[in-house]
């Protein structure tokens, strides 16, 4: 990791943290609303962390991944999972040519340095476990073999939280791959407004200007990576994920609704995602307010309510609220 003094990363912060407005500006220019789901996207392709978007249909969560992906100078590949796909439609196969009697790796829309898996858990468990590894090795297997996916590669994936039929559960171990799972809800009444003002028409909107390039991404991760963090801090982050899975030890009475917590996988996404929102706030360390911020994104999908909970009306949501309210502030 390459070093800088306090007052040079500062400076090249300050620098680079304007590809934020750049590609907020890019893409509110076809989503009305949503910055939070269009910040936490930044902080996935920040840090390299794929990002789970749940939330009801026509909310613009395909419209968002699109409309980030056209913001950048890079690949983009869609991939509509449903209950029929195989891995071969994701990751690709071996095609025979009969004249040189020789096979030829044809790879799969999986070769981008974003994929949208659009409803993700609509596809069955070999199609998961391809792109689980993907997304955990950046690599995937054809035949006898593994090819590396592109630099920087990122999986924006999908979600609809109440439809079942045609839908398979995703495993926890995918799950947990996840850097971070946005909520998508409903725009403001002003601003569903001025969404029907601008989408009511029969012409196809523009599509969004590239606004960043891949090599500008590149040098914000290194920054990113050089961001500051104070012990305490790095100890706050730990502290909230440790509270997941032993909530008595910071007040909360809630064991008895909790099957299992955050690993420490997330303490080490909090760190990161911390740091990307320092980031995009032009500073060159983190505050308690940034991994305040980013608990409820990283912590969400990697707790697991128990049946009693479940029968109280208490989802993962409420879980992780009483956590982060308890867990002493430094």
């Known amino acids: 990791m390459t070093t800088y003094t306090r007052d040079e990363l500062a400076t090249l912060i300050e620098q680079h943290a304007h590809i934020h407005q750049r590609v907020l500006e890019s893409v509110s220019s076809v989503v009305v609303g949503q910055t939070h789901v269009a ?12 990002v789970l978007l749940e939330g009801m249909p026509g909310l613009a969560k395909t419209l968002s991944v699109s409309a980030l992906a056209g913001s950048l100078h890079a690949t983009f590949s869609r991939v509509q999972f449903t209950p029929d796909l195989l891995p071969a439609d994701l990751v690709g196969t071996l095609i025979y040519n009969p004249r040189d ?4 790796t044809r790879k799969g ?12 858990n609509r596809a069955p468990a070999k199609v998961q476990s391809a792109l689980l590894e993907a997304m955990q090795e950046r690599q995937v297997t054809i035949g006898d073999t593994s090819h590396k996916l592109p630099d920087p590669f990122l999986v924006l994936a999908t979600m609809n939280p109440v439809e079942q039929e045609g839908t398979y559960r995703l495993p926890e ?7 971070l799972k946005v909520k998508v809800d409903y725009p403001s009444r002003e601003e569903e407004l001025e969404i029907a003002m601008k989408m009511a028409h029969t012409t196809p909107m523009k599509p969004v200007e590239p606004v960043v390039e891949v090599s500008e991404i590149v040098t914000a991760r290194k ?3 050089a961001v500051n963090i104070d012990a305490r801090i790095a100890a706050y982050a730990t502290d909230l994920t440790r509270a997941t899975r032993d909530p ?9 609704l909790i099957d299992f917590g955050a690993s420490p996988r997330a303490s080490i996404n909090l ?24 608990a409820p994104d990283v912590l969400r999908h990697r707790v697991a309510p128990s049946y009693q909970a479940l029968a109280e009306g208490i989802d993962a949501e409420q879980i992780v609220a009483q956590v982060i309210n308890h867990v002493p502030v430094p």
């Open 39 to 50: 910040q936490r996207l930044l902080v996935g392709l920040l840090t390299g962390g794929h």
């Open 101 to 104: 009697h020789e096979f030829s």
């Open 109 to 120: 829309p999986i070769f981008a340095n974003i994929v949208l898996a659009d409803e993700i």
């Open 173 to 179: 171990a995918q799950i947990d791959r996840f850097m």
């Open 223 to 225: 920054l990113v990576d």
């Open 248 to 256: 008595r030890s910071v007040g909360v009475e809630a064991a008895h």
């Open 271 to 294: 760190l990161l995602a911390a740091k990307a929102l320092a980031f995009l706030a032009g500073r060159s360390y983190v505050t308690p307010t940034d991994v305040k911020s980013a």
